[in-house]
C-alpha cells in the first residue's frame, strides 16, 4: 500500500480543538453558562456548609469568570452583528 506525503485529505482531517474554545464560538458561551451556574451554586453551597474561604472563594470567581465570558460573548455577538 503506497503513502501520500503531505496533509490528509479535508474529510479525514481532525478538528482543530483551539475552534471550540474560541471567544466568539457558540460553545465558549455553554462553557460560560456552565461554569457560572456551577460556580455560583457551588459558592453558595460552600457557605452554607461551612467550608473554607478559599473553597468559597475559588467556587465563587469560577462562577463569576463564567459570568463575564457570557457577557463577552453576547456583548461581541451584538458588535459582529452590528448594533440597531
Known amino acids: 500500500m503506497a503513502h501520500s506525503a503531505g496533509p ?3 474529510g479525514r482531517r481532525r ?8 471567544l466568539r464560538s457558540p460553545h465558549f458561551a455553554v462553557l460560560g453558562v456552565c461554569m457560572a451556574v456551577g460556580g455560583l451554586a457551588g459558592g453558595v453551597r460552600s457557605v452554607w456548609d461551612g467550608e473554607g474561604i478559599r473553597t468559597i472563594l475559588g467556587t465563587f470567581g469560577l462562577g463569576i469568570f463564567g459570568l463575564l465570558s457570557v457577557v463577552s460573548y453576547f456583548l461581541s455577538y451584538e458588535d459582529r452583528r452590528g448594533r440597531r
Open 8 to 10: 490528509p485529505s479535508p
Open 15 to 22: 478538528p482543530d480543538l483551539r475552534h471550540w474554545l474560541r
